[in-house]
């Protein structure tokens, strides 16, 4: 998490780690604001985990994309993907976000 963090510039106005509860465990957001549209997505992540037993199946309903590496995670967000990552750091996945309009 902190490789990601650091090469992707937290000090920028657009950029967004957002901190949500998913069944009790803490998961990150990860994106930027001009290219995600973080209410629309956070809603939609919470949909699905009411509907998921777990974490892992979590990911696995919102992506084909889970458990990548640092350097695919980076490249997506900023290629405008929605990136969701555990708090542990364990666990990912890369979101088509829900776009601004």
Do not use: C, W
Request: aromatic content about 4%.
């Amino acid at each position: 998490m902190k490789n990601i963090v650091k090469e992707l510039n937290p000090n920028h106005d657009d950029f967004f780690i957002e901190e949500e509860l998913v069944d009790k465990t803490a998961i990150y957001l990860i994106g930027f604001n001009t290219l995600v549209d973080l209410t629309k997505s956070k809603s939609y992540v919470q949909q699905m985990a009411d509907s998921s037993t777990s974490l892992k199946a979590l990911l696995t309903n919102l992506s084909d994309r889970i458990n990548v590496d640092t350097e695919q995670i980076i490249t997506a967000v900023l290629e405008g993907k929605l990136v969701i990552v555990s708090k542990d750091g364990d666990e990912n996945a890369l979101i088509d976000p829900i776009a601004l309009l």
